[in-house]
């Protein structure tokens, strides 16, 4: 069974990444199913990070699919030219959006959703999963996350850099 995860959120951002990588890792050790490991770092993030939405988009012949997710309904599939998803897979690069309201093709799947990160899982040069975090704040997104997310997306995925 796994323990519960419970992060300080008295805390700075990154004081609280720093206490759940930690954290993530024991989830997923030894632990071969990708998707099962998927399903408990989405509930890691979006509980212990309080963000809206935590999910994966498996890419699959220029589409994107939902995979697994925490968080409200979500869109289902959609084209690689459309949304921050998209371009987060056509430019193979961590995308933040501090307004998607402002976002040219931005699909909005919630409208209670105001800023995004998105991040690739780029494996043989090619992206085969995204990592999408949604909030309801404006601008809550900057480099801190960017780089632990990075970090637990390289723990997931078994990638080394």
């Given at each position: 069974m796994a323990e519960q995860i419970s992060i300080d959120r008295a805390l700075s951002k990154e004081e609280q990444y720093i206490q759940l990588i930690p954290q993530i890792k024991a989830l997923i050790s030894g632990e071969p199913d990708l998707i099962a490991n998927m399903a408990n770092v989405c509930a890691a993030l979006?509980?212990?990070?309080?963000f809206f939405w935590v999910g994966f988009y498996r890419v699959e012949h220029g589409e994107l699919i939902l995979s697994v997710f925490q968080g409200p309904p979500a869109c289902t599939r959609f084209s690689i030219q459309k949304g921050v998803c998209g371009a987060c897979v056509r430019r193979k690069e961590t995308i933040i959006v501090p307004d998607v309201h402002t976002f040219e093709g931005h699909i909005a799947c919630s409208s209670e959703s105001n800023s995004e990160i998105v991040l690739p899982v780029l494996q043989n040069g090619t992206v085969t999963w995204v990592l999408d975090i949604d909030s309801e704040h404006f601008d809550h997104f900057n480099q801190t996350d960017a780089q632990y997310l990075q970090?637990?997306?390289?723990?997931?995925?078994?990638?080394v850099r």
């Open positions: 979006k509980y212990n990070m309080n970090q637990i997306v390289e723990l997931l995925f078994g990638l």
